[in-house]
């Protein structure tokens, strides 16, 4: 089969690799339909490693059920699935509290075996981890449906554990697709006033769709002072950091409110930060977030997508072939695209 090796820095190629098979009773194989390129996946795109063997990619995939291990009881040959970005086996104590990152036999696809961006996918665990999509379901609703495997429920995360919600004001950080899609779950859970800090007007006109109310394009001293001036000098009650780089954390620490949240989902491109008295203690600000339990929220989004109430796939700009996915992340570095649909 095909699927996407980078070798370092820059360095994005599509080989020839061994199709996946299984290797225990709880696996499923698939074919996948449709992947795609995460904002996150620009940090090795910039940063890793160069390395001989190289490493695969991709962690955002719906694909159709094309084998099932001996013990896989929900999914049947022919069953199209979302697979959310990490696996998870859905019996272990931290997937009963809806921590499924954490799960005890779970793992993450990206840089795996088992990456997405390729032709076929196995899945670990898949009763605990894979999603099916109803038979029948309208093609257009696909992109949006993809974005329930990362971009959109990683948005929700960070509105839902910054504790989002009518009355309260949202500043989120960053204009990237995990940004506008906090943007909308924050929306959805009912948040009235959502201020977007970035700077691409594109990407702030989709940001007003999805529901800012306020768009502040400035950054550092300067952005932390305008959305101090729309909250009258209070901060906000709830910021989601959606970047993963120290100055649009330390932005965040600027706007928040005393008593108020940082949710961050953002992967953190750092190894140490703030967290002493001028930060949080001082403020009796929380610090929250990580990695999405997207598989936690997956079963409740679903019906959202399906019945037309949220629209998240808007997110993709560009659509390209599995064979052309390094101009995809070309694209994507170069912020000539938001966010590009991969058709294996």
């Not at 299984?22 to 194989?29: E, G, N, Q």
């Not at 989902?265 to 009796?284: I, L, S």
């Amino acid at each position: 089969m095909l699927a996407t090796v980078m070798y370092g820095p820059g360095d994005v190629r599509v080989e020839e690799v061994p199709d996946p098979e299984l290797t225990a009773p709880t696996d499923a194989l698939l074919r996948v339909t449709h992947a795609c390129v995460c904002g996150s996946d620009l940090h090795p795109y910039h940063s890793q490693e160069v390395s001989e063997h190289g490493v695969r990619r991709g962690h955002e995939a719906i694909g159709v059920v094309e084998q099932v291990g001996d013990a896989v009881s929900t999914l049947r040959v022919g069953d199209q699935v979302i697979v959310p970005f990490a696996w998870s086996d859905g019996t272990c104590a931290f997937c009963r509290d809806g921590i499924t990152t954490s799960c005890v036999h779970g793992g993450f696809f990206d840089g795996a075996p088992s990456a997405t961006q390729a032709e076929r996918l196995r899945v670990p665990f898949a009763d605990g981890t894979a999603v099916k999509i109803p038979a029948g379901t309208d093609e257009a609703l696909m992109p949006s449906l993809l974005t329930l495997s990362d971009v959109y429920l990683t948005g929700f995360h960070a509105a839902r554990t910054g504790g989002a919600a009518p009355g309260r004001t949202v500043t989120v950080i960053g204009d990237g697709a995990v940004g506008l899609s906090a943007v909308l779950a924050a929306r959805q859970l009912g948040a009235e006033t959502i201020i977007l800090m970035g700077r691409h007007q594109s990407r702030t006109d989709l940001g007003r769709k999805f529901g800012a109310t306020h768009v502040v394009a400035e950054r550092g001293a300067e952005g932390v002072a305008a959305v101090l001036d729309l909250t009258g000098g209070e901060g906000s009650h709830v910021v989601l950091e959606a970047v993963g780089h120290l100055p649009a954390y330390e932005q965040a620490i600027g706007v928040v409110r005393p008593g108020g949240a940082i949710s961050r989902v953002g992967v953190p491109q750092y190894d140490e930060a703030p967290t002493g008295f001028a930060a949080f203690w001082g403020k009796n600000a929380t610090l929250t977030g990580g990695p999405a339990t997207v598989r936690a929220y997956l079963e409740e989004a679903l019906p959202q997508v399906l019945e037309g109430r949220i629209e998240p796939g808007r997110v993709f700009d560009r659509e390209l072939p599995l064979s052309e996915i390094a101009e995809a992340y070309r694209l994507m570095d170069a912020r000539e695209a938001l966010k590009v649909l991969i058709r294996p």
